[in-house]
């Protein structure tokens, strides 16, 4: 009994698709329409990652990257990902005592430049002032330098 009633119902919806209807004229329209669409858009599929790409290379500043490391090193580091220059970390407490501080990093720009680099704070109790995520970021810039000078690329 079961399997009738399950299988008048696969029937009926099956019939409801219809293939009829559709004149060739507007059938080979609508072909040639996603024809377009396909060919604009590159294919991809969920296995794209394992796809070696020789050319895509990380468009992060190497100093700003290694001075964030560097001048946040006693927060313990969470995520990292080279590719969109995002670092974050847990709550670590900075040498000398004093609150716990949570931070996020996020290197823009291959640049050695302020505007490359972002860095977001947070405290166990909410928002940190702009004077001290100000003054970390001055810290890393200045640890970049260094780090840049250091290598004999000035």
């Not at 220059?85 to 291959?110: C, E, F, L, Q, W």
């Amino acid at each position: 009994m079961r399997v009738t009633v399950i299988g008048a119902i696969c029937l009926s919806l099956a019939a409801c698709g219809g293939r009829g209807g559709k004149t060739p004229s507007s059938t080979a329209r609508t072909t040639s329409h996603k024809e377009e669409i396909q060919g604009a858009a590159t294919k991809s599929s969920v296995f794209d990652f394992l796809n070696a790409k020789p050319d895509q290379t990380v468009q992060v500043n190497r100093y700003l990257w290694t001075a964030s490391l560097d001048v946040l090193s006693f927060l313990p580091v969470q995520s990292v990902d080279p590719f969109t220059g995002v670092i974050v970390t847990g709550y670590g407490t900075p040498p000398g005592g004093g609150r716990s501080y949570r931070a996020t990093i996020h290197i823009k720009d291959p640049a050695l430049d302020a505007r490359s680099l972002n860095v977001a704070l947070q405290s166990k109790g909410g928002a940190v002032s702009a004077s001290t995520t100000r003054a970390v970021e001055d810290a890393i810039l200045s640890r970049a330098r260094q780090l840049r000078i250091a290598d004999g690329k000035l």
